[in-house]
C-alpha cells in the first residue's frame, strides 16, 4: 500500500515540474503516521521542497494535492501544520492488500528493493576447538534471519562461515587431544591448565586410538621433561605452548599434522551438524589457512610495502593503520617472520571484494569493536572502499535455569551447548528468543519461558494464531463447508467490524516491516510486528464466529483468516521459525 501510494504522489510531483526549479530532486516519499487520526501515511514532500522552490510549503502541499490523480484507494487526502499531506486509505484498499496476500502467497512482502546489490554475509565463524555453545546460537540466529531479510529485498546474498583452522588455539587443540590419546593408554599427568578440558575431547582421542593405536604413544616423563611450570606456580600460556613444541618435536611433522587433522576434522563436522540441525546453512566453510594457498596473505604485505603503507621496526612489519583511521599502528609480520591474524584479515576482505561482493557484512561478537577500523583500513590500503564493509556487533547472550546464570567457558568445558539447548526448548523457541532483542543489547535468555505454553511465550502466542487458522479450516471440512479464494476475496466487502480492520491493516503494513527490518539488520522487527499480528488475530478470533450460516460473511472471515496465516508463515520463515498446523 506504501508502494502505491508514493506511486500517486510521484505522478503529482511530476506535473509540477514546470512550476519547480529544474535541479530539484522530487522525491515522493511518504511514512505511515504516528497517530492513526491522522491518516494511514503523510508526506513531507512540500516541506522538503519549499526551500528550493522558494514557495510557501502549505501552498505547496495545495499544489500537490489538486494534482493527485483520483484513486479508489483513497478515502481522503488532508493538509495538516505547516504542509503535511495526509493520507486515509480506503476500505477498498485494505480488502486489495487481502486479495494481494493471497494471490502471492509465500511471495508476499518479497521486494526486489535490493536487486543488483550483492552481500556475502558471514557470521557464526567460531574456532573449531569445540562445541558450539549458547551465545554461538545468538550469533547463528542472528545472521541467518539478516540473510533471510536481505534475501527477501532482492539481494544477492552469500553465506559465509570463516573456519579459524590455522594459528595457536588449533594447536593446543591437538595437543589436548594427544593428552586424552595418552591417558587413554595408560599415561598418568596433570593435564595442563590452559589445555581443552571438555569431555567433548575425549571422543577424539578414543577415535585416535583406534585409528593409530600405540603408534602415537609417548612416555609422559619424555613430554614433561624441563617444561617450565604450569600454572599457579608458572605462566599457563608458556606451559601449553611449551606442550605442544614438545609434541611437534616427537611426533614429527606428518604425525602432529594427522592429529591435528582429525581434532579440527572432528569439531568442524559437529559444529556443522549442529548448525544444520538449526537450520542455518552456510554457501561455503572458507579455510583460513586457504588465505595462503592463494596467496592471499602475500599480495596484501606485498601490497602494503609498495604502496607506503608499511614500516619496519624492531624487526616485525607494521601496518600504518593509524593513517587511515585506526586507533594504532598494527603489526602485520612478527619478527619471527610469522603473519598474524591482522594479515589473514585483511586478506581474507581482500578477497571477498575480489569475489565480486559490493557489500561485506560481518557479525561478531561484541567484543570485536576494534575490528572495524582497522580492517576497513586495510581495505582502504588495498584500494577498495572502506564502506564495503559493515559490521554488525552481538551482544552476549545469558542463559537462565531456575533463575540462576549458567557460566560458560570453552577451555574448561563447563558450557551449555547449543545442541543441549535446542533439546530442552526446541529450535523454534530457540531461533525467536534469539533475536527478540537487537543485536546490541544484552539478551537474558529465560529457559521457562521459551518451554512454557502460554501467552507471555512469543513463539507459542504466535504459532497458535496459525495453528488456529488451520483448525478453522478443518472444522470448515467437517461441516460441509467449501471455500476458494476467490469466493472469499469477493466476501471481504463484507467484512466491517473494528475487530477486522484492525486485522486488514495489520496485513497491509508487513512489506513494509521487512524493508526496515533488512535495512537495519534488524530482525526483532519481524517478531515484534508477527505478535501484534497475532494479537489482533486471537482478539478477533475471540469475539466473532468465522464458521456462520451467511456464505459471503463466512467466505470473507475465511480470507481475512487464510491471509493472516499466510503472513505469519512468511514471517516465522525468515526468522528460522516452523509454522505448525496443530498444536
Not at 587413554?184 to 581443552?196: C, I, K, R
Not at 606451559?239 to 594427522?258: C, Q, S, W
Not at 609480520?333 to 581482500?350: C, F, K, P
Not at 530457540?430 to 529457559?447: G, K, P
Request: with cysteine; proline share 3%; aromatic share 8%.
Amino acid at each position: 500500500m506504501k508502494t502505491q501510494i508514493e506511486g500517486l504522489l510521484a505522478v503529482a510531483l511530476e506535473a509540477l515540474r514546470d512550476q519547480l526549479p529544474q535541479d530539484v530532486a522530487l522525491e515522493a516519499r511518504v511514512e505511515r503516521t504516528r497517530d492513526p487520526r491522522h491518516g494511514d501515511f503523510a508526506t513531507n514532500a512540500a516541506l522538503a521542497l519549499a526551500k528550493p522552490a522558494r514557495r510557501n510549503p502549505r501552498e505547496l502541499a495545495e499544489l500537490i494535492v489538486a494534482s493527485l490523480p483520483a484513486s479508489e484507494l483513497v478515502q481522503e487526502v488532508s493538509i495538516a501544520g505547516p504542509g503535511f499531506i495526509n493520507f486515509r486509505l480506503s476500505k477498498l484498499a485494505f480488502e486489495q492488500e487481502v486479495r494481494n496476500v493471497l494471490e502471492r502467497g509465500a511471495d508476499y512482502g518479497r521486494s526486489d528493493s535490493g536487486a543488483g546489490r550483492s552481500v556475502i554475509v558471514e557470521f557464526v565463524s567460531a574456532n573449531p576447538t569445540g562445541p558450539l555453545h549458547v551465545g554461538h546460537g545468538r550469533h547463528a540466529a542472528y545472521g541467518a534471519s539478516v540473510a533471510n531479510l536481505l534475501a527477501a529485498t532482492g539481494h544477492e546474498v552469500h553465506r559465509e562461515y570463516y573456519v579459524n583452522d590455522a594459528g595457536r588455539q588449533m594447536d593446543i587443540l591437538a595437543a589436548s587431544v594427544w593428552l586424552r590419546y595418552l591417558e587413554a593408554l595408560g599415561e598418568s599427568f596433570a593435564f595442563p591448565a590452559n589445555g581443552y578440558r571438555g569431555g567433548y575431547i575425549q571422543p577424539i582421542a578414543d577415535k585416535l586410538v583406534a585409528q593409530e593405536h600405540h603408534r602415537l604413544r609417548r612416555p609422559a616423563a619424555e613430554i614433561f621433561a624441563d617444561l617450565p611450570p604450569d600454572a599457579p606456580e608458572g605462566d599457563k600460556d608458556d606451559y601449553i605452548d611449551a606442550v605442544v613444541a614438545r609434541m611437534r618435536e616427537l611426533l614429527g611433522a606428518d604425525d602432529y599434522r594427522k592429529v591435528h587433522e582429525l581434532g579440527l576434522g572432528e569439531i568442524l563436522a559437529d559444529i556443522g551438524n549442529d548448525l544444520e540441525e538449526f537450520g542455518v546453512t552456510f554457501d561455503r566453510w572458507f579455510s583460513e589457512r586457504s588465505l595462503t594457498d592463494l596467496g592471499l596473505v602475500t599480495e596484501c604485505i606485498d601490497r602494503l610495502k609498495s604502496d607506503g603503507h608499511a614500516y619496519e621496526q624492531n624487526g616485525a612489519l607494521w601496518f600504518r593503520a593509524s593513517a587511515l583511521g585506526d586507533e594504532k599502528d598494527r603489526v602485520v609480520v612478527r619478527d619471527n617472520g610469522q603473519t598474524t591474524y591482522i594479515a589473514s584479515d585483511i586478506a581474507y576482505h581482500l578477497g571477498k571484494r575480489q569475489r565480486g561482493y559490493d557489500l561485506l557484512l560481518d557479525i561478531l561478537g561484541a567484543d570485536h569493536h576494534g575490528y572495524v577500523a582497522r580492517v576497513r583500513a586495510g581495505l582502504e590500503a588495498m584500494g577498495e572502499p572502506g564502506d564495503s564493509l559493515e559490521v554488525r556487533l552481538v551482544q552476549f547472550a545469558v542463559l537462565y535455569r531456575g533463575g540462576e546464570k549458567v557460566q560458560m567457558s570453552t577451555r574448561s568445558g563447563e558450557f551449555v551447548t547449543l545442541r543441549e539447548l535446542r533439546g530442552e526448548v526446541g529450535n523454534d523457541a530457540a531461533r525467536l528468543f534469539y533475536v527478540l532483542r537487537s543485536n546490541d543489547q544484552h539478551l537474558d535468555f529465560d529457559l521457562e519461558l521459551a518451554k512454557s505454553r502460554s501467552n507471555e511465550n512469543p513463539v507459542y502466542y504466535i504459532q497458535y494464531a496459525h495453528a488456529r487458522v488451520r483448525s478453522v479450516f478443518r472444522q470448515l471440512t467437517e461441516k460441509g463447508f467449501a471455500w476458494t479464494p476467490a469466493e472469499g476475496g469477493a466476501g471481504l466487502a463484507l467484512l466491517d467490524s473494528a475487530h477486522e480492520r484492525a486485522v486488514m491493516a495489520t496485513l497491509g503494513r508487513f512489506p513494509e516491516v521487512i524493508e526496515l527490518a533488512a535495512a537495519n539488520r534488524a530482525p526483532q522487527n519481524i517478531v515484534h510486528y508477527l505478535r501484534e499480528l497475532a494479537q489482533e488475530f486471537h482478539t478477533w478470533y475471540n469475539a466473532e464466529t468465522f464458521l456462520v450460516d451467511d456464505a459471503g460473511r463466512r467466505g470473507g472471515r475465511l480470507a481475512l483468516a487464510e491471509a493472516t496465516r499466510q503472513v505469519i508463515a512468511n514471517g516465522l520463515a525468515l526468522v528460522g521459525v516452523s509454522a505448525p498446523d496443530s498444536m
